[in-house]
Structures are given as C-alpha cells and as structure tokens.
C-alpha cells in the first residue's frame, strides 16, 4: 500500500499557467510577425514582444522557481535560523498565513521538547489552489504533527488570539498579499501584539530588487517590495535586534518585541 503523500501544492499555480497561455499566444504572434509584410508585421512584433516580456518571462520564470528553489527549500536548515526553538522551552508558535502548512509543519517537526505551533489562514485558494483548513489538518495527520499543531481560520490584520500569547511568530511570504490600503501596517501591529516581551518575530518575503526575484518574476517583481520597506515597518511599529539573511533573493528578517 503506497503511503499517502502531503499535499502542499503549487503558489498560485493557476495563474502561472494563465500567464504562459497568453505569453505562448504573444510568442506566436510575435514569429509569425516574421513572416508576412505590411503594418499588420510591425503589430505583431511589437505586440508579441510586449506580451511575451508581461506574461511568459514571468510565466516561465515562476515555473524555474518552483522547480529549482522550492525543492532545494527543505534542503536550507530553515530552523537553524530560527534560534528561538532553540533558547525558549515549551515555546508556543503562530504560523501566519499558514496555508497548506509547507512551513508550519516543518517548525512542528522542529519541535523536540514540547511546544505547540498554531496555524491561522483566510484559506483563499486564488493564491494555492486546494488550499483549504481541511488540506492542512491532513498534512499535519500524514507527517505525524496533528498533537503538536492547531489550524483555523484567521487573517494577519485580525488575528483571533489575545495579546502577549506567543513566543514565537512566523509570517513567511504573506504580507506582501495583504492589499487593504494600511493593512500591511496593520498586520505588523497585530503580530506585534500577540508576541509575548522579548518573543521573536520572523518575516520572509522576496526582495523585489534582488536579481533572483527579477530574473525569475520580470515586471512581476512589483507585487514584491524592497528589503528596505519592511525593514522599516518592522522599525516603525518597535520591533528590536532586527537583522536580516539574504537567501536567493529571498529575505528572513528576526526581530524582537
């Protein structure tokens, strides 16, 4: 009997797959402009060429990211930059944005000596289609964490636990998808509150000027920010010792509270 695998699916794999539909669209156009004479020549070509720059180079490019980066994550030692699982006993653990758990559960995995890691997500499946609260519990059954991990529904601008209740706080890629005009302002004071005194607080996000996010995204690098603007979020709202680690154009941020 084959053992069940998790399922963590692929981010925003539906709109990888629009994007390289139109980008093929653009490609042909943009040959076929090649062959044939007249103003409907210089339309093509130029056309195409637009299309393939705004939708392929970007469609491909997420493409080579997930197969080259997102197989060699489990090979970066993710806990070995979280050195509060280390320093703190029985740490208690929010996961924000958990989605189908790809992180949240490696952090329980992490957990040796006691410690609880909870999850909160809106579960919106634009971003990971199957993302749902029932795909998570079932990756935490299948890796044999369901004891040690708790997921509901919850929104980084409103999160549904009462100030000063974790150690540790996780917002890996997420902010950046928080669009409320403010509300990424908004999602930091929150992480802020639930951290207990001198609880840490780790954020992830692609650097939008790193070489990495611009190779792989093209002008999709936009939906990103600069490294230097949640270094100042994170100032702004009284966070402390904050450092950063580039890794492939993708950024860990530690802070405390």
Same mark, same amino acid.
């Given at each position: 009997?084959?053992?069940?695998?998790?399922?963590?699916?692929?981010?925003?794999?539906?709109?990888?797959?629009?994007?390289?539909i139109?980008?093929?669209?653009?490609?042909s +156009?943009?040959?076929?402009?090649? #062959?044939?004479?007249?103003?409907?020549?210089?339309?093509?070509?130029?056309?195409?060429?637009?299309?393939?720059?705004?939708?392929?180079?970007?469609?491909?490019?997420?493409?080579?990211?997930?197969?080259? #980066?997102?197989?060699?994550m489990?090979?970066?030692?993710?806990? +070995?930059?979280?050195?509060?699982?280390?320093?703190?006993?029985?740490?208690?653990?929010?996961?924000?944005?958990?989605?189908?758990?790809r992180?949240?559960?490696?952090?329980?995995?992490?957990?040796?000596?006691?410690?609880?890691?909870?999850?909160?997500?809106?579960?919106?499946?634009l971003?990971?289609?199957?993302?749902?609260?029932?795909t998570?519990?079932?990756?935490?059954?299948?890796?044999?964490?369901?004891?040690?991990?708790?997921?509901?529904?919850?929104?980084?601008?409103?999160?549904?636990?009462?100030?000063?209740?974790?150690?540790?706080?996780? +917002?890996?890629?997420?902010?950046?998808?928080?669009?409320?005009?403010n509300?990424?302002?908004?999602?930091?004071?929150?992480?802020?509150?639930?951290?207990?005194?001198?609880?840490?607080?780790?954020?992830?996000?692609?650097?939008?000027?790193?070489?990495?996010?611009?190779?792989?995204?093209?002008?999709?690098?936009? +939906?990103?920010?600069?490294?230097?603007?949640?270094?100042? #979020?994170l100032?702004?709202?009284? #966070?402390?010792?904050?450092?950063?680690?580039?890794?492939?154009?993708?950024?860990?941020?530690?802070?405390?509270?």
């Amino acid at each position: 009997m084959n053992k069940e695998e998790p399922k963590y699916g692929w981010y925003v794999k539906n709109l990888i797959i629009g994007f390289n539909i139109v980008g093929l669209l653009g490609l042909s +156009a943009f040959v076929y402009g090649f #062959l044939i004479d007249g103003v409907v020549k210089i339309i093509l070509i130029i056309s195409g060429l637009g299309v393939i720059l705004v939708f392929l180079w970007p469609g491909i490019g997420m493409i080579i990211m997930h197969l080259l #980066l997102l197989r060699k994550m489990p090979k970066i030692d993710l806990m +070995a930059r979280m050195k509060a699982l280390d320093e703190i006993d029985n740490p208690q653990i929010l996961d924000v944005g958990c989605g189908t758990g790809r992180t949240a559960i490696r952090i329980a995995k992490a957990l040796m000596n006691g410690g609880h890691l909870f999850g909160i997500d809106i579960y919106s499946k634009l971003a990971i289609p199957g993302n749902s609260l029932d795909t998570v519990q079932n990756n935490a059954i299948i890796e044999k964490v369901e004891d040690k991990t708790t997921f509901q529904y919850g929104s980084a601008t409103d999160i549904p636990f009462e100030e000063n209740r974790f150690d540790i706080v996780n +917002a890996s890629s997420v902010l950046h998808e928080v669009h409320d005009p403010n509300g990424q302002d908004k999602a930091m004071q929150e992480l802020y509150r639930v951290l207990k005194p001198e609880g840490y607080l780790y954020l992830s996000e692609w650097n939008r000027t790193s070489w990495q996010c611009i190779a792989f995204c093209g002008l999709c690098c936009y +939906a990103f920010k600069k490294k230097e603007y949640w270094d100042k #979020l994170l100032k702004e709202n009284n #966070l402390k010792d904050i450092t950063y680690e580039n890794i492939t154009g993708f950024g860990i941020f530690s802070a405390r509270k």
